[in-house]
């Protein structure tokens, strides 16, 4: 079945390091590819999206490319803030419908100054 | 601003006892989801629901119901609460259709059960 792989955090940075979480998913079909934040004590909120092959999702510094041939969509921030730990989670969805989402299992970044 | 509402941060129930977790959206959207959210495993869908009264079971929606009478509520319902059923939960609402539509979720709530 469609499923999400993250890598395992927890991924440990100092403060303006660069930062990358992989993120790879087996479906059969086109999905759309997203990464939502969840901060301590709160819920999830979307990040970035982005629903064709080689689209660019970009928010709040944070950016990443549908990459359809090696079915990938990594996480990139060049220089990260002690703002920005949280645990960040990669999805994808099909349309046309009830928009389900599956998950990945979510990496913990934890950014220390 | 677009709002996803739980009633409760935290709940700590027995086991057996019968657990209800309320959310409510105030955004008019059709779809509403249920997820459980445990360490490792990311979030898994348990129910959710396109319409008043229809729902739909996720990947693990053993030991659990819900309940939607009205467009901006969506209930979880453990039958007879047990300790594997210890989690985060976590309500989302979406728009329905054709397009991409982003999920809106709430802030969680922890449910403990003894």
């Known amino acids: 079945g469609d499923s999400v792989t993250q890598m395992e955090g927890p991924v440990t940075l100092s403060e303006e390091a660069f930062l990358t979480i992989n993120c790879t998913y087996t479906?059969?079909?086109?999905?759309?590819l997203f990464w939502y934040v969840q901060y301590p004590g709160e819920g999830l909120q979307l990040l970035l999206k982005?629903?064709?092959?080689?689209d660019k999702g970009s928010n709040k510094g944070f950016e990443a490319t549908y990459r359809k041939e090696t079915t990938s969509f990594h996480l990139e921030k060049g220089s990260v803030q002690v703002s920005d730990s949280a645990v960040y989670f990669c999805a994808l969805m099909f349309s046309g419908g009830y928009n389900k989402l599956i998950f990945g299992a979510g990496t913990r970044l934890a950014v220390h100054p | 601003d677009v709002k996803v509402t739980q009633s409760s941060r935290y709940l700590v129930k027995r086991t057996g006892e019968k657990v209800f977790l309320e959310c409510v959206q105030d955004m008019d959207h059709e779809n509403m989801f249920w997820y459980r959210q445990d360490p490792g495993l990311g979030l898994r869908l348990i129910y959710f629901?396109?319409?008043?009264?229809?729902?739909e079971k996720g990947d693990i929606p053993e030991g659990y119901s819900v309940s939607r009478e009205k467009k901006e509520r969506f209930s979880l319902i453990l039958e007879s609460a047990s300790t594997n059923q210890t989690s985060m939960y976590l309500c989302?609402?979406?728009?329905?259709?054709?397009?991409?539509?982003?999920?809106?979720f709430g802030p969680g709530t922890r449910l403990t059960v003894t």
């Open positions: 989302a609402s979406s728009d329905m259709g054709l397009a991409v539509y982003e999920q809106y």
């Open positions: 479906a059969t079909g086109y999905p759309s």
């Open positions: 982005a629903t064709k092959a080689d």
């Open positions: 629901s396109y319409d008043v009264k229809m729902k």
